[in-house]
């Protein structure tokens, strides 16, 4: 046996699952009745097998060298076990290469690019999306505020526990930046009243929601445009903002910018939400060991993720006072375990929805995306922060808790977790 095939075969049998490899020679190595299956079609797709790179063995399944026969949650253990370390651990950088990072964050992130790249994530095929997300089409984290919710309903928690930490009011103007397929949005209007704007980046998104918001009668007070947030009119200020699952395609050079744009959009006194990935790591902008330039090249060109540390301090570059902070890391894991059995159960249905070589490229991705991802957060790899913020006091006053009617926060947490 060759030393790459002996390699591999002892990787093999420290597996906490059972696995069985096709080498490219036809040669097979582990039992018959494993619980996970590759076929390695090619010597370069067995060398990033034996040496753990995670996100090139994602690559070649996507790209036909290598073929995956397993339930995801085995696969998931499989690949974890193949890591030679953490892929935290594995993107450290050095400072030079923080410079050129940090270079080509300020060159991708332009308002033209941004709209391209999140052009080709979402408008992928809402049918597809709409195979396995919950009737809300809500993409983002959901809450499960009693363990035994199924997605549907901790989508909807998810949706009324921004709503209560925002303290939304009935008549209050309240924006939605990167809207998605309107959850948010028409939640906070039809649940509490408001004025609700939203705005996407995706022509789909935008068409879906607007349909909706005709559907229900909502046109007087609800819209949907088709609009970056820089472009936002700051003359008009809302009493209440929220962004989530958005600020990830902002770019880490481009945060306090982002920040201070949501300041000048807030009105004096109001409440902004903050909700989105953020970095197991203090330093990494993605996870290592391919992982990160996986994601990169087949689902969100463009993402870059931050520390909360980082979060909390460009939040304060740009003039905003962080008042409460809540990390939803099991949360977003068990979203997307809902999410990838979802998809695993109506694979036939998204072959027919993406029948072209790109979207059958794009389902393999997916597959690896949503199923990785869980393990990511289950990992502490990744986190989801929600950020409650505000603008920061211009002056000292004595009034903050008699709740004063100018100011939105009540600086305590019983309303947004008591009862309604």
């Given amino acids: 046996m060759n030393p790459l095939a002996s390699l591999v075969e002892k990787k093999l049998a420290a597996m906490p699952v059972t696995v069985r490899l096709q080498m490219p020679d036809g040669q097979w190595l582990g039992p018959k009745d494993a ?36 339930p995801m949650r085995d696969l998931m253990a499989a690949a974890n076990a193949l890591l030679p370390n953490s892929p ?24 033209e690019r941004d709209a391209k790249q999140i052009e080709f994530h979402y408008d992928l095929s809402d049918d597809f999306y709409g195979l396995w997300l919950d009737p809300l089409r809500v993409y983002s984290c959901a809450y499960f505020a009693t363990p035994d919710m199924n997605l549907a309903q901790a989508q909807e928690a998810k949706l009324d526990h921004i709503c209560r930490k925002l303290r939304l009011q009935a008549g209050e103007r309240f924006v939605d930046i990167g809207a998605g397929w309107g959850g948010l949005l028409l939640w906070a209007a039809e649940h509490y009243g408001v004025d609700a704007t939203g705005i ?21 007070r609800v819209r949907m445009h088709l609009l970056d947030y820089r472009k936002l009119d700051t003359e008009k200020p809302f009493d209440k903002i929220a962004s989530v699952g958005m600020f990830e395609h902002v770019g880490r050079a481009q945060l306090d910018t982002y920040f201070t744009r949501l300041r000048h959009l807030l009105a004096p006194g ?32 463009g993402g870059e993720l931050t520390h909360i540390g980082h979060v909390m301090t460009h939040m304060a570059n740009g003039g905003l006072e962080a008042l409460d902070v809540e990390n939803l890391r099991p ?26 070589g790109r979207g059958q490229r794009a389902l393999r991705a997916y597959r690896l995306y ?15 922060h929600q950020v409650l913020g505000s603008h920061l006091p211009q ?24 009862a309604k």
């Fill in 88 to 111: 935290v651990e594995a993107a450290q950088q050095g400072a030079f290469s923080a410079i050129i990072k940090r270079l080509m964050s300020v060159w991708r992130h332009s308002i």
């Fill in 270 to 301: 109001g409440l902004v939400m903050n909700h989105g990935i953020t970095a197991g790591g203090v330093d990494n902008a993605q996870l290592g060991h391919g992982m990160g330039d996986f994601i990169e090249k087949y689902i969100f060109p």
């Fill in 200 to 220: 996407t980046l995706s022509k789909n998104q935008h068409a879906y929601v607007n349909q909706l918001i005709e559907q229900k009668g909502l046109s007087g």
């Fill in 35 to 70: 619980r996970v299956e590759f076929v390695a079609k090619t010597t370069g797709a067995l060398k990033n097998l034996a040496a753990g790179d995670i996100g090139k063995v994602g690559e070649d399944y996507v790209e036909g060298r290598v073929e995956i026969n397993s």
């Fill in 395 to 418: 002056s000292g006053r004595m009034d903050e808790l008699d709740h004063p009617t100018d100011l939105a926060y009540l600086w305590r947490r019983d309303y947004m977790y008591g």
């Fill in 331 to 356: 949360h977003y894991a068990r979203t997307l375990w809902a999410w990838s059995d979802g998809l695993e159960a109506k694979l036939d249905q998204a072959q027919k929805i993406l029948s072209d």
């Fill in 370 to 384: 949503l199923a990785g991802c869980a393990a990511g957060f289950e990992n502490g790899w990744i986190a989801l």
